[in-house]
């Protein structure tokens, strides 16, 4: 399916083209533009994202700051979410990942003396800013190492009305039912209750599929005394 062929199946649910009627020019431009948006809104749900990369970038010794972004320090497409990053270090051959911290605001404000230098840096802070965000790092490194940073980027755009659209399983019959009540005002139509239940209901299919387990896990410091087993109910 083409972007052409998602704007003109969303206009038939709704009745602003019927079966076999081809868009104007217009319709197809401008639809193509009220696509994109929904696209890019959708970015903004994390159970939306269904690839989260995981991207090494190097740090140079004594530089705490680097920009991230098209054109910046590391040079990728500006991350929508930070989820984790590690610092990776090369020792004797073997390469060694650190878990980092990931600051609040409030947390990397309270950090009095930020130049201080560590072979080990264990705190990260993202400056949020578009077109580039910073990233900035707790102690200065000091040695040469990269941070891997397990991100979540921003759905892929359409880029032409004939383009093909490439999306997992399950996104474009969302896309068709969820754009078809998007634009349908800009048509002064009211979408049935079927295109509102399928809309959600297809959505929702490809967040379950995207949503990843958490897992609680508990300072070894705090546990004292037997562990209760809550399946087997044993200590």
Known sequence: MTGRDLIAASLRLIGAIAPGETMTAAEASEGLASLNRL???????????????IEEFALTPGVASYTIGIGGA???????????????????????EYALQKATLSEWAALRQKTIESDIP????????????????????????????????????IATLDANIVFPPG???????????????????????????????????????????LHLR???????????????GDR
């Open 218 to 232: 508990v300072d070894a410091a705090l546990v004292s005394g037997p562990v209760f087993n809550i399946y087997t």
């Open 74 to 96: 590391f040079n990728t497409t500006r991350p929508t979410k930070y989820n984790q990053a590690t610092l990776k270090i090369s020792n004797s051959g073997q390469a060694i």
């Open 122 to 157: 264990n705190t990260f802070y993202i400056d949020a800013g578009y077109p580039l965000d910073k990233i900035l790092l707790y102690p200065v490194p000091a040695q040469p190492s990269s941070i891997v940073l397990y991100t979540q980027k921003i759905l892929t755009e």
């Open 39 to 53: 696209i890019a809104s959708w970015s903004n749900d994390s159970l939306a994202a269904y690839v989260l990369p």
């Open 171 to 213: 996104y474009e019959r969302a896309l068709v039912y969820n754009f078809a009540i998007d634009i349908s005002p800009e048509y002064g139509k009211s979408p049935s209750e079927i295109i509102v239940a399928v809309a959600i209901e297809s959505k929702a299919a490809f967040k379950r599929t995207n949503h990843k387990e």
